[in-house]
């Protein structure tokens, strides 16, 4: 069997994802995870209970004024964000923002967004786009780019997103996300507080670039405010993956993440493995064996979810995934199944 070799640090195969930076053997998420300990974090949290009150100054200054705005889906992420601003930066009108996912929701789900409006006291917006208008879009992402949350991932993320919109018309002047992924992942070697669409009237701040992010981290920071994840329910157990407290919020959600694996070599699968590698939680030849023996794996009821979300047949699915897969990463094994060609190692 061809073999790659992976990151000396984490495993991750590098040649797989595109535009991380490599030296010396070591990826570009690795590199960045060992220069957050020249980051004085101490300073930009500082900076940022600073910056927020001068923001509500400019703003007016009312008590019935929101202080910022925080884009939420009810994970740890979110329920980071919103303790690290409440407790520790005199944040105490926050608006919580969420976008509506048509996939099935996990108890998990349901709890968690329902405690993170509700521990903190915070107004909270859920909007939800027109429900059969997104699932044709999700069919039609799907199909044309085995993407099937790309324009909803937009309205939710994007700096032209329905939060931004809504932040816009409550003149709130903050708004908050969690990590600078293009950092963490290795795509870029500067970690900036603010996303380069920033303005003077409208800054989007990376929580990640205040406090030094880390899955582990934000795992603890959840749930001593309440957050739970698939176990405490013994609802869900997700064949393939590392992890049961990330993206847990619906099922078919994971779907667009397995479908880089056909595309790109990897996916979720590699992402988290290697991560909790960085973090200390595990060594890098459990990393290894994660990469190479469940990468592959698209958990049953996730693919059952989000075709019944689209309105298609699992027949189709395997369809459209067959006619968009990278022949030259990954190959059918005899069981029908998409592999990877090269181990890493």
Same mark, same amino acid.
């Given at each position: 069997?061809?073999?790659?070799?992976?990151?000396?640090?984490?495993?991750?195969?590098?040649?797989?994802?595109?535009?991380?930076?490599?030296?010396?053997?070591?990826?570009?998420a690795?590199?960045?995870?060992?220069a957050?300990?020249?980051?004085?974090?101490?300073?930009?949290?500082?900076?940022?209970?600073?910056?927020?009150?001068?923001?509500?100054?400019?703003?007016?200054?009312?008590?019935?004024?929101?202080?910022?705005?925080?884009?939420?889906?009810?994970?740890?992420?979110?329920?980071?964000?919103?303790?690290?601003?409440?407790?520790?930066?005199?944040?105490?009108?926050?608006?919580?923002?969420?976008?509506?996912?048509?996939?099935?929701?996990?108890?998990?789900?349901?709890?968690?967004?329902?405690?993170?409006?509700?521990?903190?006291?915070?107004?909270?917006?859920i909007?939800?786009?027109?429900?059969?208008?997104?699932?044709?879009e999700?069919?039609?992402?799907?199909?044309?780019?085995?993407?099937?949350? %790309?324009? $909803?991932?937009?309205?939710? #993320?994007?700096?032209? &997103?329905?939060?931004?919109?809504?932040?816009?018309? *409550? +003149?709130?002047?903050?708004?908050?996300?969690?990590?600078?992924?293009?950092?963490?992942?290795?795509?870029?070697?500067?970690?900036?507080?603010?996303?380069?669409?920033?303005?003077?009237?409208?800054?989007?701040?990376? %929580?990640? $670039?205040?406090?030094?992010y #880390?899955?582990?981290? &934000?795992?603890h920071?959840?749930?001593?405010?309440? *957050? +739970?994840?698939?176990?405490?329910?013994?609802?869900?157990?997700?064949?393939?993956?590392?992890?049961?407290?990330?993206?847990?919020?619906?099922?078919?959600?994971?779907?667009?993440?397995?479908?880089?694996?056909?595309k790109?070599? $990897?996916?979720?699968?590699?992402?988290?493995?290697?991560?909790?590698?960085?973090?200390?939680?595990?060594?890098?030849e459990?990393?290894?064996?994660?990469?190479?023996?469940a990468d592959?794996?698209?958990?049953?009821?996730?693919?059952?979810?989000?075709?019944?979300?689209?309105?298609?047949?699992?027949?189709?699915?395997?369809?459209?995934?067959?006619?968009h897969?990278?022949?030259?990463?990954?190959?059918?094994?005899?069981?029908?199944?998409?592999?990877?060609?090269?181990?890493?190692?």
């Open positions: 069997m061809e073999t790659i070799t992976g990151c000396a640090i984490c495993g991750f195969p590098m040649e797989y994802r595109p535009n991380l930076y490599v030296e010396n053997g070591i990826c570009g690795c590199i960045n995870a060992k957050k300990k020249d980051i004085d974090f101490q300073a930009r949290q500082k900076w940022l209970t600073q910056h927020l009150e001068q923001s509500k100054q400019l703003a007016g200054g009312g008590e019935e004024n929101y202080d910022c705005v925080i884009g939420v889906s009810g994970g740890k992420d979110s329920h980071m964000i919103v303790k690290r601003l409440v407790q520790n930066h005199n944040v105490k009108n926050p608006l919580l923002i969420t976008t509506y996912d048509e996939s099935t929701r996990t108890q998990a789900g349901v709890h968690n967004l329902n405690n993170i409006a509700e521990f903190f006291d915070a107004d909270h917006i909007y939800r786009y027109k429900p059969k208008t997104c699932k044709q999700m069919k039609e992402c799907f199909e044309k780019y085995l993407n099937p949350y %790309m324009l $909803a991932e937009l309205r939710l #993320g994007s700096f032209e &997103s329905e939060v931004v919109k809504i932040a816009k018309a *409550f +003149k709130v002047r903050d708004v908050f996300y969690g990590e600078d992924a293009a950092y963490e992942y290795g795509s870029t070697k500067e970690l900036n507080i603010f996303h380069k669409q920033s303005t003077d009237e409208l800054k989007f701040i990376f %929580m990640g $670039a205040i406090y030094p #880390g899955y582990l981290d &934000s795992m920071e959840a749930r001593s405010v309440g *957050f +739970k994840d698939l176990q405490d329910f013994h609802e869900w157990y997700r064949q393939g993956s590392v992890e049961h407290f990330a993206q847990i919020d619906s099922i078919g959600y994971m779907v667009q993440y397995w479908c880089k694996f056909v790109f070599g $990897a996916q979720r699968t590699t992402d988290m493995a290697t991560r909790l590698c960085r973090e200390g939680a595990i060594e890098r459990q990393a290894l064996l994660y990469i190479n023996e592959h794996i698209l958990d049953p009821l996730a693919k059952y979810d989000i075709c019944q979300t689209m309105g298609i047949a699992e027949s189709y699915f395997d369809k459209i995934v067959d006619s897969a990278n022949t030259k990463i990954v190959k059918k094994d005899a069981n029908g199944v998409w592999r990877r060609i090269k181990k890493v190692v």
